[in-house]
């Protein structure tokens, strides 16, 4: 059976392909899948420096127009929510067809990481969200946060409204985003003290060229689903 992921945050611009370009790096050599379906702000011309151009470079992968939509068939220059940039560029796509495309990705495969776009709740079609691409497939959701102010309630929110739909929370990787931020330690606390059954990471601020090789091990969330839409205890690392 293929253990998949959802990558998602409780915003933009936190640090999700960093998170999903590492997972692509971590899995290397085994038989995995990662896709960025969506991308708004898309430019052909500027592809290797995209979301779907970062995810295959952290594979090794070359990056070309057809390697880019074999992982990502949607595709927008506007650089605007989804659903808005869908229809300024007269195109459509529903929760439907995003999760029929990643569940016949996953056939054959051991892993499939799917990164979204946006938030948890981002529009992407006409009263759809990823959450209605999510209540279909049942992936579990690896949560990326930031360490800015306000980060926690962003965080605790998100999690009850995965959680309302029934679905898995895997863990929640912080994402430096405040630079040398002090705080860090305090919110792994706080996160602690409200949900102590869900795993931890923290991801600090990565320079160079290829900073998807130096983040820490992640592949543990690559966990089972659970009835309770709680995470089982991750299993040693991948």
Not at 7 to 34: D, F, M, W, Y
Not at 151 to 171: C, Q, Y
């Amino acid at each position: 059976m293929t253990r998949c992921l959802f990558v998602s945050s409780p915003g933009t611009e936190i640090g999700k392909t960093l998170v999903t370009a590492s997972l692509a790096h971590q899995l290397r050599g085994a038989n995995a899948r990662i896709l960025k379906p969506v991308v708004s702000g898309y430019e052909p011309e500027t592809a290797a420096e995209s979301d779907p151009g970062l995810i295959l470079a952290a594979q090794d992968r070359a990056v070309g127009e057809a390697a880019v939509a074999e992982i990502a068939p949607w595709r927008f220059r506007t650089p605007v929510a989804p659903d808005l940039a869908a229809r300024i560029e007269g195109k459509a796509m529903t929760a439907a067809e995003i999760a029929a495309f990643c569940m016949k990705a996953a056939e054959g495969a051991d892993f499939l990481v799917v990164e979204g776009a946006g938030g948890i709740m981002a529009p992407i079609a006409e009263r759809e969200t990823f959450l209605d691409v999510l209540a279909l497939t049942r992936w579990p959701v690896l949560l990326v946060a930031g360490s800015y102010l306000g980060t926690l309630s962003h965080i605790f929110t998100a999690v009850e409204t995965i959680r309302g739909r029934g679905l898995t929370v895997a863990g929640i990787v912080i994402s430096e985003s405040v630079e040398k931020s002090q705080a860090i330690p305090e919110l792994l606390r706080s996160i602690a003290a409200f949900l102590p059954e869900l795993p931890v990471c923290v991801v600090p601020r990565l320079a160079g060229p290829r900073p998807w090789a130096l983040a820490p091990p992640m592949t543990q969330f690559l966990v089972g689903k659970s009835s309770s839409g709680v995470a089982p205890k991750a299993p040693a690392e991948i």
